[in-house]
């Protein structure tokens, strides 16, 4: 009897003990993999923020660009007014709502070649700019 009741413990032991491993090897491997998961979602937001900043750096360059050549006339009026024109478009679209702002306040005085004011908000446009693009880098 002793030696049933011996084997009988010892199997159960062995049993619990299986069961046992097998269920901290199933939770370790679910944990493990949901912070594989985890990892990859905050690597697919930073480059995504990452991209956001770099496109809007083009954004805002090209529509400074834009700006420029058409204050300083450096193409036909009609050229430099058609250019201007969609790259405020693309500002409306991508741009932050300050940045926008400035942009419009830009757009006004490199249209009417007023020198004074479209410097002015030149340096409004790229202080506004800057910021946008310094929170989007800090949130990336």
Known sequence: MNIVWAA????????????LTAWFAM?????????QMASTIVATKQDRARQLVERRRELYADFLTAAYTAVRR???AHEAQHALTQAFAFMELEGD????????????????????????????????????????????
């Open 8 to 19: 009988l413990v010892s199997g159960a032991a062995a049993v619990s003990a299986a069961a």
């Open 74 to 76: 450096e193409t036909s």
């Open 97 to 140: 709502a300050d940045v926008v702002d400035e942009a419009g306040r830009l757009h006004t005085f490199a249209e009417q070649a007023d020198l004074p004011s479209f410097e002015e908000a030149r340096r409004s446009f790229v202080e506004a700019a800057r910021r946008d693009l310094e929170r989007g880098t800090q949130t990336g």
């Open 27 to 35: 939770h370790t491997g679910l944990f493990g993999v949901v912070g």
